[in-house]
């Protein structure tokens, strides 16, 4: 086991999600390759007093699923995760990827079923993590297939992964608590502004965030974590953005997406590559052609882009939205089965403006 690795398991524990004694903890296992990290999560778990829980599924369970489900299945939620989803305090997810590609060819009106089938489930995980009820987390195991998404070896994966959690740091919850009153100093000069202009090579949109609030992320929900944001008012959003990175969901990769909004909806939607997909994603319910995220990446470690959105979304210099499901938390409004992360680099010339002031140009704050 790598050193790193437990470094983490314990950041995670005691720092993003704070065990409790007889905190009922769900530690779910992505793929069976995150299992050793899965144990270092159990002992601090319950070095700290609470109550760890296992929810695993298979490699490939994903792929025999889609290959031999009938509509039926399809639309069943299993009643063991709606109980979970309602009644654990804390939820630990490792992701870790055996195959990154195991869905590449699953008919995307398959996955969109699955998805408006399971949106109770994502309806009450917004709902109890907006109200303080659920502590969350997540984080990357590095395994082959991510390294190869990323273009690296593993071993440069994992210096990759673990750079960016800083815990090669000697103390890595200092410099986390050092990134949170940054970024809070910026979410309260946010607070109570209304406009935002977004401008740049790849991008020229306009939205509102009247009486919505940006959420400090700081190594709470994500580890990695490293980004502000906030749900735009749902009617709100004109313009086009035309995205920088391939935008990557449920294993599919769509290269070049360009989103044209009016009154806060996407009016067209183009790819290069897999719009088919883009656009069947967008029509799975009433509020996937919502945005229900607009966000600033901050973290300063992560420096190029792996095809993990988990990092990707944090890359410093960059911008990223979500079309989909807000968090009530940010005051946003939009439901959906969807939440679709998309990123733009702004580190060429761009520029955010908020009540028309400058806040942002070229990959740095200006306030």
């Not at 437990?6 to 004694?21: C, G």
């Not at 990827?97 to 699953?106: L, Q």
């Amino acid at each position: 086991m790598d050193p790193r690795a437990d470094k983490v398991a314990e950041v995670m524990v005691n720092y993003s999600v704070e065990v409790q004694p007889n905190d009922l903890v769900l530690i779910r296992i992505l793929d069976p390759l995150a299992e050793p990290l899965a144990l270092e999560v159990e002992k601090h778990v319950l070095k700290a007093g609470g109550h760890p829980m296992f929810l695993m599924a298979p490699s490939r369970s994903g792929e025999i699923f889609f290959k031999y489900a009938g509509d039926e299945q399809l639309d069943w939620v299993n009643p063991m995760h709606t109980w979970l989803w309602e009644k654990v305090d804390v939820m630990i997810s490792l992701l870790a990827d055996a195959n990154t590609k195991e869905m590449s060819n699953v008919d995307p009106a398959r996955l969109s079923r699955v998805q408006k089938a399971r949106a109770p489930l994502s309806k009450i995980f917004m709902k109890r993590q907006a109200a303080g009820n659920l502590r969350w987390t997540l984080t990357q195991y590095p395994t082959q297939a991510a390294a190869q998404d990323a273009e690296m070896s593993l071993s440069e994966y994992e210096d990759f992964v673990y750079g960016a959690c800083m815990v090669h740091l000697k103390d890595p919850v200092v410099y986390w608590r050092k990134i949170s009153a940054e970024q809070e100093r910026l979410v309260q000069w946010l607070d109570g502004k209304n406009k935002v202009e977004v401008k740049g090579e790849h991008v020229d949109l306009t939205l509102s965030i009247t009486g919505r609030k940006f959420i400090n992320a700081d190594g709470k929900k994500n580890f990695p974590d490293g980004e502000i944001f906030t749900g735009p008012v749902e009617d709100s959003v004109n313009g086009w953005a035309k995205f920088t990175y391939p935008a990557i969901y449920n294993g599919r990769e769509v290269d070049s997406v360009e989103l044209t909004f009016e009154k806060g909806k996407v009016v067209k939607a183009t790819a290069d590559k897999g719009e088919d997909f883009l656009n069947a994603t967008l029509d799975t319910d009433s509020g996937a052609r919502y945005l229900g995220e607009f966000a600033v990446g901050t973290n300063a470690g992560i420096k190029q882009f792996t095809r993990n959105i988990l990092f990707d979304e944090k890359m410093g210099g960059t911008i990223h939205m979500a079309v989909g499901a807000s968090y009530p938390d940010t005051g946003g409004k939009n439901e959906s089965a969807v939440h679709w992360d998309m990123i733009c680099d702004m580190r060429s010339g761009g520029e955010i403006y908020v009540d028309g002031e400058l806040f942002y140009k070229n990959g740095k704050f200006q306030i």
